[in-house]
């Protein structure tokens, strides 16, 4: 399983600027990524174009041992004319079971609301019911852009190590999230966006604590942690130093 | 309260034509009194509500082929091919036609009967809806629309599904709206030549010079309107609850 980027350009027709030019980075094995950066510096764009909803406009973008992408964002929407759980049930695939998919609705504590329709939910819930659906699918490497912004924090960590626990092994986990601390903690490799008007050159990789849900309250962690947030956030400022390497 | 603000207005504009017909002391022949027209509108009810609702029915059969035509259209020309583009080309410019103007050749072609009139009601709030629909069946809604479309269950069905539910509220409102246009398209079809329904009563009115007459047609056909504006809105309830609930 692996995806490299090398050189990859892009700007929306529109913009007066390209979002990034010729970055590069490399994603080997599976398990949990993570991708930060400030609003704006095109995290987004770039996991439309992992995903294959855009093209780069220049560079390479290679994918080998990876069939199925799938590509989740938070304001998704369930149909409105189904309850929660009659959609979730209609959506499991062939390879997920029923057994699989009431793990997951109750693991992420919505059990109690299954039978509600979409809207009727809180956006917390909102934002559960629809990462739900995708866990529940065929695919090698799932990309989450900020699924779970509207959940609570303890419920967040909790759902991430129920991931990470379940599909961390064989699959890739590309999670984009403003929230440095679960990024440091999840993750095996967070690549960093410096803060600019246009990304270039090679993202900063940061290896991140790789947490599961028994380390997920080691308190001996929490040095280590710190130490992880300190670097991702001082990664992401540091648009000069970055823009003068490339 | 739809009802309640017809009968209102209806009664309003009596009165002012009463007050008119007093304060310029314009004879019983050009304005009747009050008491001739409200004997016209009881006692000879029978003759104005039966063409009414004559004329109630085409409108809504012409509106149910309207829709339908519409939806089958839209749907076609949904895809983005050259034939869509073409379609809706075409209905974008054929609306800002008066299609009320090419009335008289369905007539020479189809003669004074119910094809006409059920043509013309047809036609007249055919485009509203076919507008409305082309809209709302190319506009993809990303944020429902995105999951289906990865997992390859986007079909054309559930397209559709998810657009009209999404654009339920829009949908009910244009197809209430075009109910009048079906109306106006019946009455201005029997105004030009139909041998039956009430814009035929009003044509043969006029021609006798008989306001009473009139304005009891303008009654009856307001409240069969208002009664057809009223299911509509009630039917686009009871499905919005039915989805909602």
Redesign the interface.
Known sequence: MEISAQNISFGYREAEYPLFEKISFRISGPGFYSLFGFSGCGKSTLARII?GFLEPAAGSLSITGIKNI????N???????FSVGEHLAQ?V?PRSSRGELDYFISEFGLSNYVHK?F?RLSMGQKNRA?LI??LV?DFDMLICDEVLANVDEPSRNHILAVIKENFGKDRVLFYISHNVEEVCLFSKKIFVVPASDVTRGRLVEIEGLDATKKHKEDHGNEKTLQTTILKVLKAASSAHKQEGES | MRLFQFLMIFLIGLLILEGVKYGAGFSDYLIPPLNEITTMIFKKWRNFLMPSLNTLLVAIGGHFLAIVLAAIVAFTARSGSVLSNIVKTAAYNLQAYPVVAIAPLVFIFLGDGLTSRLLIATIICYFPLLLNFLGVFSEPVLDVEHFFKQTGRLDSIMEIKIRVFENLEKIVTVITGSATLAMVGTIVAEFLAATMGIGYVIRKALYQNNLAAILSCLLYIGLCSSLFLLGLEWLGKIIKKRLMA
């Open positions: 995903a799938l590509l989740s964002y304001t998704e929407r369930l149909p409105g004319w959506v695939s329709k809207f629809n659906r995708y699918q």
